[in-house]
């Protein structure tokens, strides 16, 4: 018995050290494709619901410790709320198994993940962590398709590959395996396929500018003399308030040095959680609509969708302190097929919407496309995530689905 226990608790060890590695910017981020494994590996052999919260909450708790470690840019807030993402979905996981069966727990654990990350990268402003979707972005030739589904379905994918793969190790029965390996195989290869014979979007045309550095700031320059610049807006909010403006200062100048105030457009949105009202400050720039926010308005995944869906061609994050992993701003652009000039301490970073980063960059060409898919009707599959989450576990506690 003891062996056992010894066992289970150093595969979640395990399964820590691999997801963490997941989330640093390097080709380690690979491994989150069987990052999960030991963990399904280790709740198949445990029945106790006590010992799946501990070896849940000690995963959690190694992983956001070793992600702080490694140099995975991620505040402490942050890491609060990614212990809850790396946590719960077990726990709901061994209860789905053990009152249910393992192919409803899997379903279990795949739309609770996904529904928690859904959550942060929507509301929580702080508490804002990483998506597993956002692992691969340094190979951005694996994910075009980021532009139709987002970020999500890169979840969903990382899910799927792992559970495959722990079924092909442990699987329910022997004839199981073979079908694991066949069905793994064609989950893992159909979307690497589908990025490779993405079409990219249509140019409704394009223009030119140059950035330079003044006084510590970043400032766009257009072919017409005009200069665009703003500082960042610190929102000290756990929770994102969109009442706030997204930048302060945002002005555009001209050749004789004159400035003009950029004004806020406020929008009336509609979600899930109701109708509130969202700034967006966006500059007519050479006759380019240019997008401009702050540090922490990049990190809420449906802002930068409605600056793409007021037909933005570019998107200018402005930043004096804060730190972004560089994964999201990928993700961002990508999904909303936009091109993100990333301004930090006189420094600036650009990432096209091919996914490619460009540091210390000068001259830039601004692009209009048309909106994607996922900018249009936004992350389908989180949503969804909601509704299956909230429907099994509302089952498991009236009814169970079916009996064993």
């Not at 014979?197 to 003399?225: M, Q, R």
């Amino acid at each position: 018995m003891k062996k056992s226990v010894l066992f289970t608790l150093g595969l979640s060890l395990i399964g820590a050290l691999l997801l963490a590695l997941c989330f640093v910017d390097n080709w380690s981020s690979m491994l989150c494709f069987v990052a999960l494994v030991p963990m399904m590996i280790a709740l198949k052999q445990s029945s106790s619901f006590l010992l799946t919260v501990i070896m849940a909450a000690l995963n959690a708790t190694l992983t956001v410790l070793l992600m702080r470690l490694i140099g995975t840019e991620i505040t402490f807030e942050a890491s609060i709320g990614q212990f809850f993402i790396f946590s719960l979905p077990w726990v709901f996981y061994h209860h789905i198994r053990i009152r249910h069966n393992e192919k409803l727990a899997y379903l279990a654990l795949v739309s609770s993940w996904i529904f928690l990350e859904w959550l942060a990268a929507q509301y929580f402003g702080k508490w804002h962590g990483l998506q597993l979707g956002h692992c691969f972005t340094n190979v951005p030739y694996l994910v075009k398709w980021f532009g139709f589904l987002g970020v999500s379905a890169g979840s969903l994918w990382i899910l799927a590959i792992n559970i495959h793969i722990s079924r092909i190790i442990l699987p329910a029965q022997s004839f199981t395996r073979k079908h694991a390996i066949i069905n793994g195989i064609l989950v893992m290869i159909l979307p690497v396929l589908a990025s490779f014979f993405w079409p990219d979007a249509e140019k409704s045309g394009n223009s030119s500018a140059t950035t330079k550095e003044v006084n510590g700031k970043i400032l766009l320059l257009s072919e017409n003399d005009k200069s665009l610049s703003a500082n960042e807006l610190k929102i000290d909010h756990s929770i994102y308030n969109s009442v706030f403006d997204t930048v302060r200062n945002a002005s555009i100048g001209d050749k004789e040095g004159k400035k003009t105030a950029v004004l806020s457009k406020i929008l009336r949105v509609g979600h899930i959680g109701g109708i509130k009202n969202q700034h967006l400050i966006i500059a007519d720039f050479d006759n380019r609509r240019i997008g401009l926010l702050n540090a922490n308005s990049m990190l809420r995944a449906d802002l930068v969708r409605l600056y793409a869906l007021e037909k933005c061609a570019f998107l200018i994050c402005y930043t004096e302190a804060a730190s972004i992993p560089r994964q999201i701003l990928r993700s961002r652009a990508i999904e909303n097929n936009i091109d993100i000039l990333f301004v930090q301490k006189g420094h600036s970073s650009l990432f096209l919407k091919s996914g490619e980063e460009i540091i210390g960059v000068n001259e830039i060409k601004i692009e209009t496309k048309k909106p994607g898919f996922f900018t249009l009707y936004g992350d389908l599959i989180g949503r969804l995530s909601i509704f299956v989450s909230l429907w099994m576990l509302l089952g498991s506690i009236v009814k169970p689905f079916r009996k064993k």
